[in-house]
């Protein structure tokens, strides 16, 4: 069965450090996803892209997050300088068409 | 406000008995509500799907209503199971044209005692 692929899967690092993450989705799935969540609490949207153009990054604190998706296929998601509220869980999810996503395993940061 | 809410305390049934979970927004207009379930230091697994003309979807042992007056989901699992243990998630699409852009609630641990 396809899946999404993350990596890494478990990052620490200290504040202001840059850390950066790693999504492959499923083959043929043209819009992809970042989502961040914070234990005890919901995925986030942060930002989707649509092959390789931006749909929506209304959420993504682009003073210190930025995400491509170059040849509208893998993604990264980086974090400069990192702060110790960004420990979270960050997602990728893809999806073809339509409103079923999904979602990688996820990367757990955690800012020391 | 936007908001989803579902119920954040844990539930925690004997097996064989009927799970039921909630899930209320407010100032949504969704076109469609989807159930995801998410184990620990996993990502979400999709489930079901049910569209605001829909008022009830089954798969297997699941079962989903939607009452768009209320503004209410209900996920039903029934003859639940230990491995039914997990977080459930609702999620509503935003209701701005983009069919991807999902709201999730904050999730509601289910724990299935054998």
């Known amino acids: 069965e396809a899946e999404v692929a993350q990596s890494p899967r478990y990052k620490i690092t200290e504040k202001s450090q840059a850390v950066a993450f790693w999504c492959d989705p499923i083959s043929g799935h043209a819009t992809l996803y970042w989502y961040r969540q914070i234990l005890g609490q919901g995925p986030e949207l942060l930002v989707q892209f649509q092959d390789e153009s931006v749909v929506d990054d209304s959420q993504l604190p682009k003073d210190r997050f930025s995400a491509e998706r170059l040849k509208g296929v893998d993604s990264t998601l980086k974090i400069q300088p990192a702060e110790l509220g960004d420990s979270a869980m960050y997602l990728c999810a893809s999806s073809p068409r339509g409103p079923v996503l999904t979602f990688g395993a996820g990367s757990r940061l955690t800012v020391l | 406000s936007q908001k989803i809410e579902q119920n954040s305390e844990a539930l925690n049934i004997q097996e064989g008995k009927t799970a039921t979970l909630t899930c209320n927004y407010t100032n949504y207009s969704p076109a469609y509500l989807q159930w995801y379930r998410q184990d620990p230091g996993r990502g979400p697994v999709f489930l079901l799907l049910i569209r605001e003309n829909e008022k009830e979807k089954r798969k297997e042992r699941l079962k989903v209503t939607f009452d768009t007056t209320l503004k209410q989901s209900l996920f039903h699992i029934t003859a639940s199971q230990p491995a039914d243990s997990a977080t459930y998630l609702c999620?509503?699409?935003?209701?701005?044209?983009?069919?991807?852009?999902?709201?999730f609630g904050q999730g509601t641990t289910l724990q299935v005692k054998p």
């Open positions: 999620a509503l699409d935003h209701g701005s044209g983009n069919t991807g852009k999902l709201i």
